[in-house]
């Protein structure tokens, strides 16, 4: 979290656009069907694990620095370093009067939060001139970071489509992070997000939105996981087959 926090920092004091995907399992198979997505994420200035499975995949690979940087956290992390940097915020995102609830609530908690505006788009693509608009209202407001609560891979294409066409250095795709903090959705206890089990909370709480996210997309997940050990084991006994021959 404090390297996230920090690159996002030096983003913002120099001014080049950047865009953050925090992903998890879900975000992980998506991009292993879609080539596009995948590209997307290959290309953001920085891309966080947002799921323990990850994790603990990172350090059986090795990594052991590696840690959750979980969107929410994200969130309130970088709102309370803006405090001290004056960094402005704008949301865009969420069902109607989601993002100026989530702002109030976010000032609320951090006395002089800079909000430099707030947005919820409609559930549809927007028109080109719907599109043109939205760019210069952003721009008007001047943020130095949008974050985008729009859902994967949704938010995921939005932040590569725009990324330069908007002035704000960084822009930071959030999903659920939004109701969250707005206060409409709860989250899943700590105990569950540190124990890898914050997806059956979720699925519990929204199985007709979540379930082809948790049940087909992690057995997917694991064993994809587990092919690609089976083919490195095998892979190393071979050329020690070789080697002893």
Not at 103 to 113: E, I, M, N, T
Not at 119 to 130: G, M, N, S
Not at 187 to 196: D, E
Request: glycine residues 8%; charged residues 25%.
């Amino acid at each position: 979290m404090a390297d996230a926090v920090a690159t996002i920092d030096e983003w913002v004091r120099d001014r080049a656009p950047h865009y953050v995907c925090v992903t998890g399992v879900h975000g992980v198979m998506e991009s292993q069907r879609d080539g596009e997505l995948r590209e997307i994420h290959e290309r953001a200035g920085l891309v966080t694990p947002d799921g323990m499975p990850l994790v603990w995949l990172a350090r059986l690979e090795g990594r052991s620095r590696v840690e959750r940087v979980y969107g929410p956290d994200l969130m309130l992390a970088c709102c309370a370093r803006s405090i001290e940097t004056g960094a402005s915020h704008y949301f865009f995102g969420g069902a109607p009067g989601i993002a100026d609830r989530l702002a109030a609530r976010l000032q609320s908690r951090f006395p002089g939060l800079r909000v430099a505006g707030t947005h919820c788009p409609p559930f549809r693509p927007l028109t080109a001139d719907e599109d043109e608009r939205l760019v210069d209202a952003i721009n008007a407001a001047n943020p130095d970071i949008v974050w985008v609560g729009l859902s994967t891979p949704k938010q995921e294409r939005w932040m590569f489509a725009l990324v330069g066409r908007l002035r704000a250095p960084v822009l930071v795709g959030v999903g659920a992070a939004f109701d969250f903090h707005a206060g409409v959705k709860r989250q899943a206890p700590r105990w569950m997000q540190r124990s890898g089990l914050e997806w059956s909370f979720r699925l519990a709480t929204e199985p007709r939105r979540l379930w082809r996210r948790y049940l087909v997309n992690n057995p997917s997940f694991v064993w994809q996981v587990t092919r690609a050990r089976m083919r490195r084991v095998n892979g190393i006994s071979r050329g020690m087959q070789r080697r002893s021959s």
